[in-house]
C-alpha cells in the first residue's frame, strides 16, 4: 500500500509498504483523511526522541472499517463503520492507568509515533481507539477530533469560569481550537497573540481578540485590555522562551497558567515571580476518551465548526507539499492529506 514516509530530518517521501494484517482485538481502517499537527512537525524537523524512520506519521486520522479481528476481543463495531481514531496507546497496567487516566500512562504511545499511522491507505488499529462518526459528522471534519479533543481537555483542566478574562500565546490550530472552546466555556474577553498575519487574522474571523507580537508588547495590551490585572487565565500554546515569560506576566495575582506546549528546549521559568503573587500552573497532556467523545458530540451538533482550520487537501503523493506548507506559518492552518 501507499504510504507518506518520515525518512530523515526534513525530507519524506510518498512510498510503498505492507499493507497491516490486523492483530486480535484490532480493526483494520481504510484511512479517509489525516492531518498533519504539530507532533509531526517536530517528527518531520528530525527532534522527537522517539520516532523512527521509517515511520508512517499521522495520528489525526479518521476512516472505515474495512475487517476486523476479533479474536478474544467482542466488538459492537463492524465492517463498513466510519469511525475516528483516538491514537493514544496505554499499557493498562501502571499506576496511572489502574486509575483511570490512561493519558497520562507512565509508557503513553501514540499511533503515528511509535508504530504506523494514518498517513496511508490502512492502518491497524485497537478496537478500543475507535469512535463511530455521526452521519451528520462528514469524514473531512472527523479527522479534526483529536486536535478538537486537546481543547476540550485543555479548558476542562484549566480553571476557567464564565465572564473570565483569557489570554493565549500562540494562535497555532491548538490555540485557536482553545480560544472557540474557552468561547464555548462562557470566557468573557479572548486575547490571543501570534507573529503569523495569517493565524490572526483566522482569530479575528473567530471573535478572538487578535495581537501581532512583532508590533505590541504582549503583556503590556494584555494589561491594558484587562484594566491592569492581567487574564484570569493564561493558556501557553507557542512554546517559546518568549511566551514563558508572557505566561507569568501577563496573567493576574492569584491567576493561572496553563501550558499546553510540548517545549523542545525546556525553558526557565521565573518561579519567585510565580511566588509572590500565588500563581497557579497545570499542565495538559492529550485526553481522556470522554474528551474525544466531547469533542465528536461538538463537531457534530455545530457548536464548533471546523471548516475555517483545513486549508489544504493533498494526495499522500503530495506529502512533501504537506509538510512544506505546514512549515510556513503564512500558507495553511491545517492540512489534511486523503490517500
Do not use: W
Not at 523542545?264 to 495538559?284: V, W
Not at 506529502?319 to 512544506?324: M, N, Y
Amino acid at each position: 500500500m501507499q504510504a507518506g514516509l518520515y525518512i530523515s530530518e526534513k525530507q519524506v517521501k510518498a512510498d510503498s509498504i505492507e499493507k497491516p494484517a490486523p492483530q486480535p482485538g484490532e480493526a483494520l481502517i481504510k484511512v479517509a483523511f489525516a492531518g498533519i499537527c504539530g507532533t509531526d512537525m517536530m517528527i518531520y524537523s528530525g527532534k522527537h526522541p522517539r520516532a523512527k524512520a521509517p515511520l508512517a506519521m499521522g495520528h489525526e486520522f479518521s476512516g472505515v472499517i474495512e475487517s476486523i479481528n476479533s479474536i478474544g476481543s467482542p466488538s459492537s463495531f463492524a465492517a463498513g463503520d466510519r469511525v475516528v481514531i483516538e491514537p493514544t496507546l496505554s499499557c493498562g497496567s501502571c499506576a496511572a492507568c489502574r486509575s483511570g487516566a490512561f493519558h497520562v500512562c507512565q509508557t503513553l504511545k501514540l499511533l503515528g509515533i511509535d508504530k504506523h499511522g494514518g498517513f496511508a491507505e490502512y492502518a491497524a488499529v485497537p478496537l478500543d481507539r475507535l469512535h463511530r462518526i455521526p452521519d451528520e459528522l462528514t469524514d473531512t471534519h472527523a479527522a479534526m477530533a483529536e486536535p478538537v479533543a486537546v481543547a476540550v481537555h485543555t479548558i476542562r483542566r484549566s480553571s476557567l469560569k464564565v465572564g473570565d478574562d483569557v489570554a493565549i500565546l500562540g494562535a497555532g490550530p491548538i490555540g485557536l481550537l482553545v480560544g472557540l472552546m474557552a468561547k464555548q466555556a462562557g470566557a468573557g474577553q479572548i486575547i490571543i497573540s501570534d507573529i503569523s498575519p495569517y493565524r490572526l487574522k483566522k482569530a479575528e474571523q473567530f471573535g478572538l481578540t487578535a495581537l501581532n507580537a512583532k508590533e505590541v508588547n504582549v503583556t503590556e495590551e494584555v494589561l491594558k485590555r484587562t484594566g491592569g490585572n492581567g487574564a484570569d487565565v493564561v493558556f501557553e500554546v507557542a512554546g517559546s522562551q518568549l511566551t514563558a515569560n508572557q505566561m507569568i506576566e501577563a496573567v493576574r495575582t492569584q491567576g493561572q497558567v496553563v501550558v499546553v506546549s510540548v517545549y523542545k528546549q525546556a525553558p526557565t521559568i521565573d518561579l519567585a515571580a510565580m511566588h509572590f503573587r500565588e500563581l497557579s500552573l497545570t499542565t495538559t497532556r492529550c485526553y481522556s476518551k470522554d474528551d474525544f467523545a466531547k469533542a465528536i458530540r461538538l463537531m457534530t451538533s455545530g457548536a464548533i465548526d471546523v471548516s475555517p482550520f483545513i486549508s489544504h487537501i493533498l494526495p499522500l503523493e503530495q506529502v512533501e507539499r504537506g509538510f512544506q506548507l505546514m512549515a510556513d506559518p503564512e500558507a495553511s492552518l491545517k492540512v489534511l492529506f486523503k490517500p
